[in-house]
């Protein structure tokens, strides 16, 4: 299994238009997104997203929030912990909550996923991207799965 | 890539009924629906929905709204605009909004997804569903995304 | 088309790892759900959930209820009724509601859905979970359909 971690921000015209520009910022603005629950096979291996064929079929973990509150501090994370046996992903979000606050939450959610599973911890990679609302703002963090059936080349 | 553009409304006994009634009158009452995002590949085709075969896998775009306030207007909009690299799709939907301004949205929406992607709009198909709850009513207007997986013959 | 019907309950320190450990009671804890409504094919056939592939991407029609209100009593059900020409799957769930009356409503959702599609109903099973919140806990009942692919041997 290979995955990719991405995470985008921006602000649009429309709570919608802010959600599609943020997707389009990580780089999976052109893809179908199929929300999946955050698991991963053994040994998952963490790539650079490639070029995905516009249309395609993508399954991912999505983490958003979008706000037209302007001033709102908006913050989207993913935290992934990889383990020989198999992987977890948490995502989170908030509202005027303080971005490491958060931060450390998806790490202790997911820590505490892995040891129910016994399993250890080999990698734990956390992304996450946050922003102050101009107008109408969105942030996302995203665990792509890939496959070469949606990768263009 | 296949697509079909259906809409349909119904009452029902309660809402899921309701629901699953106005599913049925779109066409698409009796496959399991997977919810993705939004994109079309370049030059997607629009078709007539086939029949499906009961219990098949399909994705869509699925705008809803159902209500069990009696004398509400609700209506589900999808608007889909297609182009040579890629096309988008814009679900919007209300409780006692003016149909038009919610079309007009949509159109909107989906205009604005186009430009940002500077693809070029070939054409613009805006679904709509719109009814008066007499009881407990649910519109849909969904882009159903086709392969001969799903179809029977 | 081979189905499994599963349910589960656990406490945990958070409603994310709470829910996590109400899947993992129910067998599907290790691999990605993509949710999807409810239809089943003809003459669908129940088996025991066998052992998934950690990571697999597995379909499921999925009922869960979250709380972390201590002395609340949750409940999450799946009505599922079998036909020969096609099968109907209803979820429900709520807080401090009576379980049989929640078991009753999924019944009776599910056989009017049945009536609808003038499909007799050759067998109807419902599965539910229930407990009492300690401190913060988590229900689910679901639909798992089976292939090949997703199943350990």
Redesign the interface.
Known sequence: ?RIAIVSGKDE???K??AF??A??NAGI??????????????N?EICDLPKL?????V?CVLSSITSDNPGDEITAVVAVALGE???CV?E?SGINKNPNDLIK?GEE?VR??ME??KVEIKDLIVEYSTTKVEKIASCIASVV?LNYDIEER
Not at 29 to 39: E, Q, R, Y
Not at 53 to 57: H, Q
């Open positions: 299994m649009g015209p429309t919608l238009n599609d520009n997707l389009s603005g052109d893809v179908n997104l199929i929300k999946v629950s955050s698991m991963l096979s053994g998952a064929k516009p249309g395609a079929m399954n046996e198999l992987g948490v989170t939450e959610m505490y996923m129910k599973r799965y």
